[in-house]
């Protein structure tokens, strides 16, 4: 359900959005709280996942409202959404899951969500081994293209990973 509406409205065009701030990321990883990693991603994600504007508002907001039954907006549902994924209590959200991969397989900035994946968990802390273990981390990465380790970038992906990885330090 969410696929083809995403198919038929496209996605917000231009770059990648809401992108944290170095001294963000650095005071996060010091932290050593891994579900902010994730909240990072998801949140980078969920930007990504903006639709272009429609003109049928009915279906805007369907998808909308299905995104964010996997993505919410606020920081409070999006660590409780990652407790449901972890305990293995969303289960009802499979198929929305499942929509979302494959929305990230077929974006237009895959290679720019990608690299900023690599950088983000590239840096090898425990909690980013850690949040990776998450059935939605998993699955966002799955989307993707890292299913048993860091996906293959083009030229353009490794700029953008090398750019990403300068300002996550």
């Known amino acids: ?39 990072v991603l998801m949140r980078v994600i969920r930007d990504a996942l903006d639709p272009a504007p429609l003109d049928d508002i009915a279906l805007r ?40 991969i494959t929305m990230l397989a077929e974006h237009p900035q895959r290679e720019s969500l990608c690299a900023f994946a690599l950088a983000l968990f590239l840096r090898g802390s425990t909690a980013s081994d850690e949040i990776r273990k998450n059935p939605l981390v998993a699955a966002m990465l799955a989307g993707l293209g890292w299913f048993d380790g860091p996906p293959t970038l083009s030229a353009q992906g490794l700029i953008a990973a090398s750019t990403n990885d300068r300002v996550l330090q």
């Open 1 to 39: 359900m969410l696929a083809p509406c995403a198919r038929r409205a496209g996605f917000r065009a231009g770059p990648l959005r809401n992108l944290p701030s170095q001294g963000y990321l650095s005071v996060m990883f010091a932290s050593g709280d891994a579900t902010s990693i994730g909240v």
């Open 61 to 100: 907001r369907q998808y909308m409202a299905m995104r964010d039954a996997v993505l919410p907006r606020d920081a409070m549902h999006q660590r409780t959404i990652f407790e449901r994924f972890a305990s293995g209590e969303a289960r009802l959200l499979g198929d929305v899951l499942g929509s979302v």
